[in-house]
């Protein structure tokens, strides 16, 4: 099946820095790739959606300054995550549709955790 | 806003006996529904999926679910539970326009007991 990796697989930081994340489609080309947030025994919160070559769109609540998405080829998004603050440690996790992208699931990387500290 | 709800947040069985994990979603139109386990700080694993094609899905692990479109339901069912069970399992949706945006439920978590 197709695979998404991501990396780093886990991440310490301190408080005001920045954080890449890097999510990769290794076996099929992602024109659409989506990032989630996950906070310690919650769900997964979509966080935007990265289109190749164009501005990521941003769900409602989630501020794009801090949250820096590019998806600058069909294999790669990075999230940047600037100035880190304690209150972004997280579990992100990605993913990608498939060029075709229809009646097909989402393939998931294995997520980043971020702890800020 | 579409939605999916998984209606118990903590399921405990005992080894050997079956396992039902209880999913609910808001209907507009058919979506494509998933079933997902994560174990501790692991990305997530598809288990199974339901396109439109047969109501009943198997799944790996044993794993089947049952796609109710009258009861608008998508339970997770497994005859006899494994310890290696134990975990969170995910409920989530999709449109069939675009697969990877997905809706999760808030997640169930499994206790396997010997």
Redesign the interface.
Known sequence: GAVVSQHPSWVICKSGTSVKIECRSLDFQATTMFWYRQFPKQSLMLMATSNEGSKATYEQGVEKDKFLINHASLTLSTLTVTSAHPEDSSFYICSANDRQGRGTEAFFGQGTRLTVV | AQSVTQLDSHVSVSEGTPVLLRCNYSSSYSP?L?W?VQHP????Q?LL?Y??AATLVKGINGFEAEFKKSETSFHLTKPSAHMSDAAEY?CAR?D????????????TTLTVKP
Do not use: P, R, V
Request: proline fraction near 0%; aromatic fraction near 16%; hydrophobic fraction near 25%.
């Open positions: 494509s998933f997902y700080n692991k990305g997530l598809l999926k396109t439109s995910f999709s069939n326009t675009n697969a990877g945006k997905s809706t999760f439920g808030d997640g």
